[in-house]
């Protein structure tokens, strides 16, 4: 079983809708969450990182984390077609770790 | 304010051969990390360098090494290429602040490396 489970898609949405894409993961010592997009044959770009339990907004996306049930999401308001991309959630541990744990990736395909 | 940059950006290597990727942090950033991905997959963690020094390391053999230097960029080595070894390399750039290092993570475009 892989530490960060998260649904390969693909998912296509109509222009205008909320995006909900979601991870969990195995490991509780995880305290440092982020959401990279991906564009094709392109470096993944942070979007959001949010430390422990709770939300974040900014702009458009919103980052929760529910740690007691190991369950992290992102939701993207009013989804436009340059939102297509690979999303791709990200963790790590708190103290001396530093190495980031992905999921495989959500590709995400908003028609116009 | 220049982001992470890698070189070069496609690489075409037959089996059993080495090749060298680098790697420019982006800049004020002195941690830099490595990971290879895969066609339809995340990124897995090889490695990372703080300080020239091999800080952690995932699991990957010993084939695959690196080097950092005194300005902060990075090379990452592989050798006895195998026909696996074909995926993106990405390199990650942060800056260790005082007490634990940044987590956030900025990713270079990435080389592509196929082996044939």
């Known amino acids: 079983q892989k530490e960060v489970e998260q649904d390969p898609g693909p998912l296509s949405v109509p222009e205008g809708a909320i995006v909900s894409l979601n991870c969990t993961y195995s490991n509780s010592a995880f305290q440092y969450f982020m959401w990279y997009r991906q564009y094709s044959r392109k470096g993944p770009e942070l979007l959001m990182y949010?430390?422990?339990?709770g939300n974040k907004e900014d702009g458009r996306f919103t980052a929760q984390v529910d740690k007691s049930s190991k369950y992290i999401s992102l939701f993207i308001r009013d989804s436009q077609p340059s939102d297509s991309a690979t999303y791709l959630c990200?963790?790590?541990?708190?103290?001396?770790?530093?190495?980031?744990?992905f999921g495989s990736g959500t590709q995400l395909t908003v028609l116009p | 304010d220049a982001g992470v940059t890698q070189s070069p950006t496609h690489l075409i290597k037959t089996r059993g051969q080495q090749v060298t990727l680098r790697c420019s942090p982006k800049?004020?950033?002195?941690?830099v990390s490595w990971y290879q991905q895969a066609l339809g997959q995340g990124p897995q963690f090889i490695f990372q360098?703080?300080?020239?020094?091999?800080?952690q390391r995932g699991n990957f053999p010993d084939r695959f090494s690196g080097h950092q230097f005194p300005n902060y960029s990075s090379e990452l080595n592989v050798n006895a290429l195998l026909l696996g070894d074909s995926a993106l390399y990405l390199c990650a750039s942060s800056l260790e602040l005082a007490g634990g290092i940044s987590h956030e993570q900025y990713f270079g475009p990435g080389t592509r490396l196929t082996v044939t």
């Open positions: 990200a963790m790590t541990t708190s103290g001396s770790a530093r190495q980031l744990t």
């Open positions: 360098y703080y300080e020239e020094e091999e800080r």
């Open positions: 949010t430390y422990s339990s």
């Open positions: 800049s004020g950033h002195d941690t």
